[in-house]
C-alpha cells in the first residue's frame, strides 16, 4: 500500500492538488480527516500523548466522521490509549478503506495534519508528503476573503493579523522538512500556470505510473470527483479553475493602507520563510530541466555537437540567472527571445510553463531539437530584416548575449525590437561588460577583448558572427536611450566558467568591486509615446 499526504497552509490549494492525484485510477481519497487536530494535543502538553488519550477527542472525532460520512471503517478500530496506538489506526483505517474500494495507494488531505508529520514519521517510514507552497499575499487574501464569506467555518480568519499568523505558523513547519527525500514540494502557481509538467513530477516523485495521455482524463474526471464535506462551500467551484489563471483578491479586497500593512508584515516575518522553500522548488525544477537539457544536446548539426556541448556547459549557470530574473521581471502576457540559438533558454522557460517563442537567424540548424520539444523558433536576421511581427505584440523581450554578435547597425535591431514591444512592456539585455576585470588585463597586456580571427571564423563554422564588439554600461544606455527605452535597472553578473580562463579570487575584487564582473544585465522598459498637446 502506498501512503500520501497532502499537507499545507489551508487556502494554499491543498484541495485543487488533491482532485488532481485523486482522479488517478489507483488512487483512494476521501474527504479531510481531521484526525490528528482532534485526536492529538498540539501545544505545550503535547507530551501527555504520549501517555494518555481522552475519551472524549476520540469520541468527538468519531462523531464527526460519521457526521459527515469520511470514512467506513471507524467503528472497526477500539479508542487509542496514547499516540502511538491512535497513529497506528489511523495508517490502518486508511489503509482499509483503500483496500475496501480496490485501490493501491491512498491519498489523505488535512491541511493541519502538517503538525503530525513529526509523530507519524516515528512509527511510518514510508509514507510520502506533498507540501503545497503559495505566494503569501494571494494566502492572506484568500484566507481573509474565506473567513468574511464562511465565519463559522472559518472563525476569526477575518482579521489580517490572524491570517498572517497562521502562514507563518506553517511555513515555519514545512520549513523543517525542506531537505527530507519523502517530502515534496509544490509551488502553486506553477501547478495552475503548467499542470500538466507538474503533474509528471509528482507522480514521479510518488512513483506512481503516468503519462502525458492521462492527464486528458485527469482533467475531464477534475471536478467530478471533489471530496468536501457540505458544509464547505468554499470547495464548490475548484473544478471550474483549472484553465483560469487564479483572480488577484489582493488588490480587490484590501484597502491602500491595509495592503501596505501587509506587504510590510510579509516582508519581515514571512517573505524570508517563502522565499527559502519557493527558492529551493524552484532551483530543483530548474535544475531538472537542464538535466533533461543536456539529453537532448546532440540533436543540432553534427558538426555543432561538440560546440554546443561546450556552450552549454560554460552557459547553463547563466541560464538559472536568466530564468530567475525573467521570473522576476515577469508580469504575464507573451515572451520573445531573439537570436535564440542554440535554444537553451527558449527550452528552459518553455519547461518552466512560459509561454515563449524564439527568433533565430538559421532554425534549420537545430530542426531536430526544435521539432522533438515543439519550441516555437522562427526565422529573421534582425540586422536586415524586420522582425515578422505586429506592432506592440509581445510583453517581455529577452535579447540576451546577442547585442555584442551585431556587425551592422544596432539601431536598426533595436527600433525593430522596440516596435513590437507593446508600450510598457520589459525587455532584458545581457552582454558582456567591456570594462570587465579580466577584459582590463587584457588591455594592460596589450591584447583586445578576442581573437578577431576566431570571432569571424564562426561565421562559416557555426552561423552567425562571434563578438564583433563589446560595450561599457555607458554606451549600452547611450543606444537604449535613444531608441525608445528606459533603462529601469543595471546588474553587473559573474558566472562560474573554466572556460572564461578567469584569473584566481576576482570573487574578492567582485564583491567591493562589482561593476568589474564580466557581465551586465539591463533592465529596460518601451517609453510611452508622448502625446503632443497643443492647448
Known amino acids: 500500500m502506498k501512503r500520501i499526504m497532502i499537507v499545507g497552509c489551508p487556502r494554499s490549494g491543498t484541495t485543487f492538488l488533491q482532485q488532481l492525484i485523486g482522479t488517478h485510477s489507483e488512487v483512494y481519497t476521501t474527504k479531510e480527516t481531521h484526525y490528528f487536530d482532534n485526536m492529538l494535543l498540539n501545544n505545550t502538553l503535547s507530551f501527555l500523548d504520549f501517555f494518555y488519550i481522552p475519551k472524549n477527542r476520540f469520541f468527538k472525532w468519531k462523531s464527526y466522521v ?63 508528503y506533498i507540501h503545497i507552497i503559495r505566494e503569501p499575499l494571494d494566502l492572506v487574501a484568500s484566507l481573509v476573503d474565506v473567513g468574511k464569506k464562511y465565519p463559522k467555518q472559518w472563525p476569526g480568519f477575518f482579521s489580517i493579523d490572524k491570517s498572517l499568523r497562521v502562514i507563518n505558523k506553517y511555513l515555519k513547519e514545512s520549513l523543517k522538512y525542506l531537505k527530507n527525500e519523502n517530502h515534496y514540494f509544490v509551488d502553486y502557481s506553477s501547478l ?26 485527469i482533467i475531464k474526471k477534475f471536478g467530478d470527483t471533489i471530496v468536501y464535506r457540505n458544509d464547505e462551500g468554499w470547495k464548490k467551484d475548484y473544478g471550474k479553475q483549472i484553465h483560469k489563471n487564479i483572480k488577484n483578491k489582493f488588490n480587490k479586497i484590501f484597502t491602500t493602507s491595509q495592503r501596505r500593512y501587509i506587504r510590510n508584515k510579509v516582508k519581515i516575518k514571512i517573505k524570508p520563510l517563502h522565499t527559502l522553500i519557493s527558492e529551493r522548488i524552484f532551483h530543483e525544477r530548474l535544475n531538472k530541466i537542464l538535466n ?94 524586420k522582425i515578422p511581427f505586429r506592432d506592440n505584440t509581445f510583453d517581455l523581450i529577452i535579447f540576451n548575449e546577442i547585442f555584442e554578435h551585431l556587425r551592422i547597425n544596432p539601431i536598426f535591431t533595436l527600433m525593430e525590437i522596440n516596435r513590437v514591444l507593446r508600450e510598457g512592456g520589459i525587455m532584458i539585455l545581457t552582454t558582456p561588460n567591456l570594462y570587465s576585470l579580466r577584459r582590463i588585463f587584457h588591455f594592460l597586456n596589450g591584447e583586445g577583448f578576442n581573437n578577431p580571427y576566431e570571432e569571424f571564423f564562426k561565421l562559416q563554422m557555426i552561423g552567425h558572427m562571434g563578438h564583433i564588439r563589446e560595450y561599457s554600461t555607458v554606451e549600452i544606455k547611450q543606444f537604449l536611450e535613444n531608441t525608445g527605452f528606459r533603462v529601469i535597472n543595471v546588474y553587473y553578473k559573474s558566472y562560474s566558467c573554466k572556460s572564461l580562463g578567469l584569473f584566481i579570487f576576482p570573487q574578492v575584487i567582485y564583491k567591493f568591486f562589482p561593476k568589474f564582473k564580466p557581465y551586465q544585465v539591463v533592465i529596460c522598459k518601451k517609453q510611452e509615446k508622448k502625446s503632443n498637446n497643443f492647448n
Open 66 to 128: 460519521e457526521t459527515f460520512k469520511i470514512l467506513k471503517s471507524s467503528e472497526m478500530f477500539p479508542m487509542p490509549r496514547d499516540r502511538e496506538e491512535a497513529i497506528f489506526y489511523f495508517i490502518r483505517i486508511l489503509d482499509y478503506n483503500a483496500s475496501f474500494e480496490n485501490k493501491k495507494i491512498w491519498l489523505e488531505k488535512t491541511p493541519v495534519h502538517l503538525f503530525a508529520i513529526k509523530h507519524i514519521q516515528k512509527s511510518f517510514s514510508d509514507v510520502k
Open 192 to 217: 495552475i500556470l503548467n499542470p500538466s509538467e507538474e503533474i509528471e513530477k509528482i507522480f514521479n516523485f510518488l512513483e506512481i505510473e503516468y503519462d502525458r495521455s492521462m492527464l486528458q482524463d
Open 292 to 385: 533533461s537539457l543536456k539529453m537532448d544536446l546532440h540533436m543540432i548539426e553534427p558538426k555543432l555537437i561538440g560546440w554546443n556541448t561546450n556552450y552549454y556547459e560554460c552557459h547553463k549557470e547563466r541560464y538559472k540567472s536568466d530564468v530567475k530574473i525573467v521570473k522576476e521581471v515577469y508580469m504575464g502576457g507573451s515572451i520573445l527571445e531573439i537570436g535564440s540559438f542554440p535554444y537553451h533558454l527558449t527550452y528552459c522557460l518553455q519547461k518552466m510553463g512560459y509561454p515563449i517563442m524564439g527568433l533565430d537567424i538559421n532554425p534549420s540548424r537545430g530542426k531536430e531539437f526544435i521539432k522533438k520539444n515543439n519550441i516555437l523558433i522562427n526565422g529573421c536576421d534582425i540586422e536586415k530584416e
